[in-house]
């Protein structure tokens, strides 16, 4: 049997079993280690069961294997790529997000697990292409056997495009086009343009990367790449603009629109009206057919210029399936902000990119200079990727947060909330203790609601919207004292003295005012998982908006299925997104979620002011804690 059926047949398994089993806690027909650790809430149902199946097809007997195995499902499902065997035993959470003491379960020594994952029959050893068994084991890293194929996939095509000449540009026009664009810069005396250095890179690239945090003009980079290409002779550039989620493509056109704006009415016209779509849109989602795509390998994308948006949102194998259905002359934007949250499935591909080491390259240099665009010494551009770092859309406190929680100083991370500007509050408690309360915390969200709630019964479809995005109760957890569960419960309650009116109307669950947020794609409504609406009053009855642009969706609440009142979320969810203000409930220290990059995606979601719940011990750690997502891509590339 080959690896793919044995993970077809695992991954069935993993459903499989009698109703009462599959709601059970444990996996009750476990044996020895998988048992052990499936009691001790490290593994998951799914985890034994994949594991159990897979080494019966290939009649493994070593049990230590087969919890190599179980481990390496359960580090996809939490975002990894891989398993290092050596840092198998690190914390870790369970199915409720409670940190797991895992120091009392008989660990295999890593050096005899590594020896028995080499001997076994589950498991091919090294980079050979010709693989056939349902795990890999190379480098120290245990991957399961399709996920390699697709970092191996990701790997050779990003380095087969670096490789490849730079596409045919008229270089007058171009350095025009690079003058023009961005003549009127009011940098700091001896910055560097990095937005202009962007720009050409990625005009002389068939895959480049735009990296740098909120407002530091990635969008209108973009733009101005661009306006320069439909400058070129010749016909007018194909262009697509695309983003892992609806909320995210909405903000890219609206961004795009805005950037477009700001051009010369010449250049304005050059550009033209651009629209973006989600990633699976893009690739021609085709639903039942296991993650199968319209375009691939074998048919690819009809664009001359493709743009990615929220990069660090993009999973390994979402990235994979996007390479293959790229032409080969194509020019790859990657735009994104490496420091956030990597994406809900496993893989953080923009990270692995821009930690990458490489030399620079004379050839581009040389072409740079003929282009009369300069770029740091002795920092130098390495595969491809420019990182964009003035910040233009805010500064003050939330600017210097932000590069604190980034540069890794809990001390100037702390000195800066504890600062008192009116940019930040800091309140400095434990946001899970019993019978806190947090009168900040729900003033801010009871005058959102007011807002919102006025908005939405004068029919006011754009204030609504407006006053969603307002105000983001955002956690790290989904359940228990720090999670959504809870604080959505607390946001009710402060605002059942302001929505009571309307949630009694005879619209029932549908009442004038109510926030809703969408959680499974629907491709005929162009609803997407992650979008946020409003419930507002029209002549026709109470409708739900959604934000797309300058023209607003406005959906029956009859045609909705996947949506859920949101007044929190966590911050995987809030990515893509931006919000006046944000509330972030602090997770506690040995919270395993907490990270640096958390932290950082939590406060940089905010455009003018931000709310810190936790203790200092907390933001200590969370500023010095890396997220720990295992990946091999950086490493090989």
């Given amino acids: 049997m080959t690896a793919p059926d044995v993970l077809a047949a695992a991954t069935a398994a993993a459903g499989s079993g ?54 390496t499902v359960r580090a996809l499902r939490q975002g990894s790529v891989c398993l290092r065997l050596t840092e198998a035993r690190q914390a870790t959470l369970d199915e409720a997000d409670e940190s797991i003491d895992t120091s009392a379960l008989p660990w295999p020594d890593p050096a005899e697990w590594a020896a028995a994952c080499e001997r076994s029959s589950m498991v091919t050893i090294g980079a050979d292409p010709a693989g056939e068994r349902p795990l890999r084991l190379t480098g120290g890293r245990l991957y399961l056997e399709r996920y390699w194929l697709q970092e191996e996939a990701v790997r050779r095509q990003l380095q087969e495009r670096w490789a490849r000449p730079a ?26 343009d990095r937005q202009r250095l962007a720009a050409a890179v990625a005009a002389l690239s068939t895959v480049s990367v735009i990296a740098g945090g909120p407002g530091t003009g990635k969008t209108t980079t973009v733009a101005a790449l661009l306006t320069l290409l439909c400058d070129q002779p010749g016909p007018r550039p194909r262009i697509a603009l695309a983003a892992p989620t609806g909320k995210a493509a909405a903000r890219l056109t609206e961004a795009v629109h805005q950037a477009r704006a700001r051009l010369d009415p010449a250049d304005r016209d050059l550009l033209g009206e651009l629209t973006a779509q989600t990633l699976h849109r893009l690739l021609g989602w085709r639903p039942g057919t296991r993650g199968r795509f319209r375009h691939d ?53 923009l990270a692995d990119i821009t930690e990458a080491s490489g030399d620079p390259e004379p050839a581009l240099e040389s072409e740079l200079i003929a282009l009369e665009t300069a770029w740091p010494d002795p920092e130098r551009v390495v595969r491809r990727v420019v990182t964009l770092q003035h910040t233009w859309r805010f500064g003050g406190a939330i600017d210097e947060l932000a590069h604190a929680i980034r540069s890794a100083e809990p001390d100037v991370v702390l000195s800066v909330l504890r600062s008192g500007r009116p940019e930040l509050e800091f309140g400095e408690v434990d946001p899970g203790g019993p019978g806190l309360t947090l009168d900040r915390l729900a003033a801010e969200v009871r005058a959102a609601g007011r807002q919102r709630l006025a908005a939405a019964i004068a ?58 947020l969408v959680v499974a794609n629907d491709y005929d409504l162009g609803l997407y998982n992650g979008d ?76 003018a002011r931000v709310q810190i719940f936790g203790t200092a011990e907390a933001i200590e750690r969370a500023v010095l804690r890396r997220a720990g997502r295992a990946s091999g891509l950086a490493e090989r590339l």
């Avoid at 003295?497 to 549908?510: I, L, R, T, V």
Wanted: net charge negative; aromatic share 6%; charged share 20%.
């Fill in 18 to 71: 009698p109703p009462e089993e599959q709601r059970a806690t444990y996996a009750r027909r476990a044996s020895g280690l998988l048992r052990l650790f499936n009691e001790a809430g490290v593994l998951g149902l799914a985890d034994v069961h994949a594991a159990q199946r897979i080494a019966s097809i290939c009649a493994e007997p070593d049990e230590t294997v087969g919890l190599a195995c179980a481990l």
């Fill in 167 to 192: 596409p045919a540009i008229d270089r007058d026009r171009a350095r025009a086009a690079l003058s023009r664009l961005f003549d009127d810069h009011d940098l700091p005396p001896g910055e560097i």
């Fill in 297 to 349: 390998a074998s048919n690819h994308l009809p664009y001359d210029v493709i743009v990615v948006d929220e990069m660090s949102m993009v999973s390994l194998t979402l990235m994979a399936r996007l390479l293959e259905a790229v032409r080969p002359g194509t020019r790859l934007v990657l735009v994104g902000d490496p420091r956030q949250l990597s994406p809900v499935e496993a893989g953080a591909v």
């Fill in 459 to 516: 029919g006011d479809v754009e204030g609504a919207l407006a006053a969603v995005d307002r105000h983001r109760l955002l956690c790290a957890h989904r359940r228990g004292p720090y999670g959504v569960a809870r604080w959505s419960d607390e946001a009710e309650r402060w605002l059942a003295p302001e929505s009571a009116p309307a949630a009694s109307a005879a619209d029932g669950e549908w009442y004038v005012g109510r926030p809703v």
């Fill in 532 to 607: 946020i609406g409003v419930v507002v009053a029209t002549a026709s009855g109470p409708k739900v908006a959604f934000a797309r642009g300058r023209d607003p969706l406005l959906v029956a609440p009859v045609r909705l299925d996947g949506v859920q009142t949101v007044h929190a979320m966590t911050v995987h969810r809030a990515q893509g997104s931006q919000f006046e203000c944000v509330s972030f409930v602090v997770p506690p220290a040995d919270s395993p979620l907490l990270t640096r990059e958390l932290f950082y995606t939590a406060v940089t979601r905010a455009t």
